[in-house]
T-cell receptor
Framework: QKEVEQNSGPLSVPEGAIASLNCTYSDRGSQSFFWYRQYSGKSPELIMFIYSNGDKEDGRFTAQLNKASQYVSLLIRDSQPSDSATYLCAVPIQGAQKLVFGQGTRLTINP | EAQVTQNPRYLITVTGKKLTVTCSQNMNHEYMSWYRQDPGLGLRQIYYSMNVEVTDKGDVPEGYKVSRKEKRNFPLILESPSPNQTSLYFC???????????FGNGTRLTVT
């Protein structure tokens, strides 16, 4: 089982709708979770992070954690064409001192 | 401005010619790391450093070297580049290994 898994997509969502992105992780001891956005040819940019104690909302973005099922999700409300990018989930792996990235989900927002 | 600076942005070289990709951060971060990104394989960690003079291998260290003589700098060295090292490389830093990573702009390397 991969340490961090994401559906590679592409995920296509109409403008103004809610985009929902999911990520599963294998390390039950993980305490923090990060979401990065990456435009084609650019570097990953941190957009959200949450800790194991709860969900977080920031503007149009909400990150949710389901510890029992070991997955995190990112919701993007009122999707805009500028949200079209690849979204990477990243989880620090205890004991390995590394941040492991999922392969990313490519999101396209259709005007 | 807080940033991670990589150079060069683009590099084309030939097999076997030693090269160095520089990385510098101005945020006084202790943790630094190198990743390569390839289509279908995602971001894979090459090496990381917990602090000055402390480095360790990531998932794909073969063919690479690093050093951390100063806190701000973490160069990536390819002693004898091969075509399978053609990739997009990112340097990143953070306060500590479990903290959010800040990425440089990337170096696109082509080895012919």
């Amino acid at each position: 089982q991969k340490e961090v898994e994401q559906n590679s997509g592409p995920l296509s969502v109409p403008e103004g709708a809610i985009a929902s992105l999911n990520c599963t992780y294998s390390d039950r001891g993980s305490q923090s979770f990060f979401w990065y956005r990456q435009y084609s040819g650019k570097s990953p940019e941190l957009i959200m992070f949450i800790y194991s104690n709860g969900d977080k909302e920031d503007g149009r973005f909400t990150a949710q954690l389901n510890k029992a099922s070991q997955y995190v999700s990112l919701l993007i409300r009122d999707s805009q064409p500028s949200d079209s990018a690849t979204y990477l989930c990243a989880v620090p792996i205890q004991g390995a001192q590394k941040l492991v990235f999922g392969q990313g989900t490519r999101l396209t927002i259709n005007p | 401005e807080a940033q991670v600076t990589q150079n060069p942005r683009y590099l084309i070289t030939v097999t076997g010619k030693k090269l160095t990709v520089t990385c510098s951060q101005n945020m006084n971060h202790e943790y630094m790391s190198w990743y390569r990104q390839d289509p279908g394989l995602g971001l894979r960690q090459i090496y990381y450093s917990m602090n000055v003079e402390v480095t360790d291998k990531g998932d794909v260290p073969e063919g690479y070297k690093v050093s951390r003589k100063e806190k701000r700098n973490f160069p990536l060295i390819l002693e004898s580049p091969s075509p399978n090292q053609t990739s997009l490389y990112f340097c990143a830093s953070s306060l500590g290994w479990g903290s959010p990573l800040h990425f440089g702009n990337g170096t696109r390397l082509t080895v012919t």
